[in-house]
């Protein structure tokens, strides 16, 4: 059997109609950056998060520098976030030129631990940025208890979480704002480049809407020097079919997942674990095997796509060096990095797929 570790082909292949018609009418209508259909799904997904706002952008990467920038960081600022994330989460803070805070993980859920982020806290400090990572909500009540008292700011990593709910509320805008980014292979990806800002606070939404479009308050006057971060017409398009589509694609996934968890869990398989309260996205489905490069050999020997979320922390990257961090620093983040492995996993997946991926990883491991 031949398993994907991913197939957006499938997926288009069920909403050709509807995605051909929603580009034909951006082209119809001739706008091609923001536009209706832009201004559109930011309700939708702004009620999707149930936030007050959302700010349609190019990217998630764009998302988190305007958060950053809303939330007033700059120079000689310092941002605390974890290191086993993608890097832009990192870039974003340089982007700002603040110094990027690395704190270890939570090995038990591979997200920011936030009393390593509370030691972490400096006069310097302007911010806390914890990652979603997979999908799985970060302690957002624990870090909320940090930030407050010491006046930071709480920027959501939510790029990797759509829909993903902390306690019965979405994330995003449980913090001061959220990011989410819908490259193509996010559980609400584009058809391109896309992400958005959500957040509960007009400041900061009246700032990102003028930030992502040069500093402009009307049409060609400039109040500040802004950015090109606005999403395209067609992004726009593309994302209000699909959303309509999310509820039903995150159910597959939950149920995948759960699949995935009763036969890997039996077989104690190591995994990031879920915390009942919460409602995990689901984005991938990591287990943490060791001699993982080997294991990953072994399941594409047998027609199965693997992945690896990350091969290496923030922290050991050569774009970062600067930071004067070393191997050791941060031992769980280190240890995820060298044993994590994302399973096939997407929505139009099917249980006999799961269950020969999940056959086959535990006869590899040997953990029958
Ligand atoms: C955790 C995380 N942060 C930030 C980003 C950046 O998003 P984008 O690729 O849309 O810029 C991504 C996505 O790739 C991500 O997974």
Redesign the pocket.
Known sequence: MKVPYFDLKTQYAGLRGEILEAVDRVCRNASFSLGDEVAAFEKEFAAYCEAKHCIALN??????HLALLAAGVGPGDEVITSPN??I??AE?IAYTGAKIVFVDIDPLNSNIDPQLAERAITPRTKAILP???YGRPADMDALEKIARPHKLALIE?A??AHGARFRGRRVGALGNSG?F???P??NLGAYG???ALVTNEDRVAEYCRAARSHGEAHRYFHDFIGYNYRMEGFQGAVLRVKLRHLDEWSANRKALAQRYHRQLGAARLDMPQDDPRDECAY?LFVVYVDKRDSVKQQLEERGIGTAV?YPRPLHLQKALANLGYRAGDFPDAERACERALALPFFPEMTEEQVDYVADSIMEITGKR
């Open positions: 990217s998630g990467t764009s998302a988190l994330t993608f832009a989460t974003a990652i979603h990572l990593d790029c990797q990011a980014s819908f490259y292979s996010k480049e896309a992400g984005h979320h």
